[in-house]
């Protein structure tokens, strides 16, 4: 193996500087240090991402677009938030072709009532009125992203009443998911209440 050693690397003209070819493999050894002073591009996110929290007061359903390729975990956070009917609460997962509204496997539950199970999203509660209000999160964690499937987790607790919801499913979408959506069945129902949030990584 030939090697070069210089203190410095500059492109011969302009401000652009190539390393390698399409599929060559760069290694970097082991105990080596890169240090970037700049901008880095391509290489994921550093660490959990905060979105923006939108209020849940207005609408019959939040979106959360232009999630980056390469996500693999997000937390969906709600407070207070509240709907006016009793259309249950669901997430919808979605790709650049658009939010996929069946396929979804799982139920959701709430303590002293059945268990509903959903096809046309994840269930993040079991029963549901005008008067609930509650508070939680909602955990999608990409399963294989071979067929891009998702594993959906979520736990609640209502601040109007002692209940607690819960819910669980997996999904698998046509393409790398790039938005989620919170909504209820059939799309129905407005918000009147709270405030959502994502974080993703």
Do not use: C
Not at 8 to 17: V, Y
Not at 22 to 38: C, E, K
Not at 131 to 154: N, R
């Amino acid at each position: 193996m030939s090697e070069i050693k210089v203190d410095k690397i500059s492109p011969q003209s302009g401000t652009a500087l190539q390393i390698g070819d399409a599929s060559d493999v760069i290694t970097i050894p082991a105990s080596a240090t890169i240090t970037n002073l700049g901008t880095a591009n391509g290489f994921g996110s550093a660490g959990p991402i905060l979105g923006t929290p939108v209020a849940s007061t207005s609408g019959t359903s939040i979106d959360f677009t232009s999630i980056p390729s390469g996500t693999k975990r997000i937390t969906i956070s709600y407070s207070g938030v509240s709907t006016s009917g009793t259309s249950k609460p669901i997430v919808q997962l979605g790709d650049a072709g658009g939010v996929e509204t069946s396929g979804y496997l799982g139920a959701g539950f709430r303590n002293g009532a059945t268990v509903a199970n959903l096809t046309d999203g994840f269930g993040v509660h079991s029963d549901w009125s005008s008067s609930v209000i509650f508070h939680g999160i909602t955990i999608l964690t990409l399963l294989d992203s071979s067929t891009f499937t998702w594993s959906s987790g979520s736990v609640m607790g209502r601040s109007d009443a002692t209940h607690v919801g819960t819910g669980g499913g997996s999904k698998s979408l046509s393409a790398e998911l790039d938005r989620v959506r919170f909504t209820t069945q059939g799309g129905s129902e407005t918000f009147d209440a709270g405030k959502i949030n994502i974080l993703y990584e």
